[in-house]
């Protein structure tokens, strides 16, 4: 059994300060993780992932993550936030024995104050 | 990775009627899977399928609710049947192929 758990569901910070939303994973076996975004009424685009490579994966527009096997986390981080990082993001987990379904967070819905 | 084409992009029906959602994908791939996102919620894995047999559906899923036919390797649709006004939600498909790629959502509006 795979599970992920978003531990915000809301975060709010000021235009040019640090992001950081926070993920808690649940897997059996080595899992895949990945950071997704959604604009509002728009598609999922994905961020990152980290599938047993580096532990510290980055991503599009200056986002990154890293993959902490002992705290079971991977916490996405941006040293600057920019207005248009305002969206839902979504922590997923995908175990990587055959059967490649995705498990989705309930999602942190980030909110970039001017 | 692939690019999927997935239609109606948006629909508004009326309660006991059904609709199917297609997804085309311009490669061949073995699994596609469909999710549904329910209004402020997140993603939800609806059924797995893949081409020759029957979908696989998660837990709270029907086929006589969700049929899914799997026709080749390039395509799949999706039915919502005997909708009701909790159907409403955002559909979409998934594949693997060097990645995961979603479609762009089914927006359905139940009235």
């Known amino acids: 059994a795979q599970s992920v758990t978003q531990l915000d569901s809301h975060v709010s910070v000021s235009e040019g300060t640090p992001v950081l939303l926070r993920c808690n994973y649940s897997?059996?076996?080595?899992?895949?993780l990945f950071w997704y975004v959604q604009h509002p009424n728009k598609g999922l685009q994905l961020l990152l992932k980290y599938t047993s490579a580096a532990t510290l994966v980055k991503g599009i527009n200056g986002f990154e993550a890293e993959f902490k096997k002992s705290e079971t986390s991977f916490h996405l981080t941006k040293p600057s936030a920019h207005m248009s990082d305002a969206a839902e993001y979504f922590c997923v987990v995908s175990n990587n024995f055959g059967n490649e379904k995705l498990t989705f967070g309930t999602g942190t819905r980030l909110t970039i104050i001017p | 990775s692939a690019v999927i084409s997935q239609k109606p992009s948006r629909d508004i029906c009326q309660r006991g009627t059904s609709l199917t959602i297609q997804c085309q994908v311009d490669?061949?791939?073995?699994?596609m899977f469909w999710y549904r996102q329910q209004p402020g919620q997140s993603l939800t894995l609806i059924a797995t399928a893949n081409q020759g047999s029957e979908a696989t559906y998660e837990s709270g899923f029907v086929i006589d609710k969700f049929p899914i036919s799997r026709p080749n390797l390039t395509f799949s649709t999706l039915t919502v049947s005997n909708m009701s006004p909790e159907d409403s939600s955002i559909y979409l498909c998934?594949?693997?192929?060097?990645?995961?790629?979603f479609g762009s959502g089914t927006r359905l509006t139940v009235v």
């Open positions: 897997s059996s076996y080595s899992p895949s």
């Open positions: 998934s594949v693997v192929n060097y990645g995961y790629t």
């Open positions: 490669s061949q791939v073995t699994m």
